[in-house]
């Protein structure tokens, strides 16, 4: 059943992120997913559902299989490890953490692409788009919390 419904939310969010657009930049939601299966279910299958994420948005990207799938597995280990290495879980730490999780994700997107692909956009133009996921994506670290945290 677990099962059943994380496939459910993966594909709810990948339609909303598909159909948002704030200053021309789609917000990066898969980030949010594969940051709370890493804090919700520790390590390995923090990095597998991460993996799971980017692999499917991979496919439905169209571009080559593997930079999603990478950054998403890291995402979800990522997330967990920096759970467990602080002993007190805050709102701050949820905004600082996933946002920069978020500027690390995008950014290795972008770098892999950029090595194994041609160049998506110009260094600008990522960097005011990294600049915006991560600013999106930061109040939804108040929210998403680890099961254990008070």
Not at 115 to 140: C, E, H, K, Y
């Amino acid at each position: 059943m677990t099962y059943i419904i994380w496939t459910t939310i993966i594909f709810l969010t990948f339609i909303i992120q598909g159909s948002i657009s704030i200053f021309d930049v789609t917000p990066n939601l898969t980030v949010v997913l594969a940051y709370y299966a890493g804090i919700r279910k520790k390590e390995v299958k923090g990095m597998f559902f991460g993996s799971l994420i980017g692999i499917v948005e991979d496919s439905l990207s169209g571009a080559f299989l593997g930079p999603n799938l990478l950054s998403k597995g890291l995402i979800g280990y990522f997330s967990s490890f920096v759970y467990r290495g602080v002993f007190i879980w805050t709102p701050l730490l949820g905004i600082i953490s996933i946002s920069a999780l978020t500027l690390v994700d995008s950014t290795i997107i972008f770098l892999l692409r950029s090595i194994f692909d041609r160049t998506p956009v110009s260094i600008g133009a990522a960097v005011f788009i990294v600049a915006i996921q991560s600013l999106l994506n930061a109040p939804l670290g108040i929210l998403l919390r680890p099961k254990d945290a008070q």
